[in-house]
């Protein structure tokens, strides 16, 4: 069984959909799956707000994989394991020339 720091998940809010993440495998609702690996892939600049950053989505980091769960659920996600190190790192907008998604 993974340890909790090992995984995050994100859920659509209003929603009964979800995307999970554990050890470099995305699990859940099969269009978000889709779309969070598709982020990770081209390794996606992604908005998160809060708090107010960017970042880049990848599928062999916690942070990578949450930004790219973030990006599939269009600015709808909610982050339900919260700890300070999923938010560390994040670019503000004035250090952000590329492509948000």
């Known amino acids: ?3 909790q720091k090992d995984t995050v998940t994100v859920r659509v809010a209003g929603e009964a959909r979800a995307v999970a993440w554990s ?3 995305f699990a859940g609702d ?3 799956v889709m779309a969070a690996r ?3 892939a081209i ?3 992604v908005e998160v707000l809060p708090p107010d950053g960017y970042g880049v989505a990848d599928e062999n980091t916690r942070q990578g994989a949450m930004i790219a769960m973030l990006g599939a659920t269009n600015g ?3 982050v339900v394991e ?3 190190e999923l938010w560390q790192g994040l670019r503000d907008e004035d250090e ?3 492509t948000v998604y």
Do not use: F
Request: proline fraction near 8%; charged fraction near 30%; hydrophobic fraction near 35%.
């Open 82 to 84: 919260q700890d300070d």
């Open 23 to 25: 050890g470099g495998v």
């Open 30 to 32: 099969p269009d978000l």
């Open 76 to 78: 709808r996600g909610l």
């Open 43 to 45: 390794h996606a600049e």
């Open 1 to 3: 069984m993974a340890k």
């Open 38 to 40: 598709r982020l990770a």
């Open 96 to 98: 952000q020339p590329g």
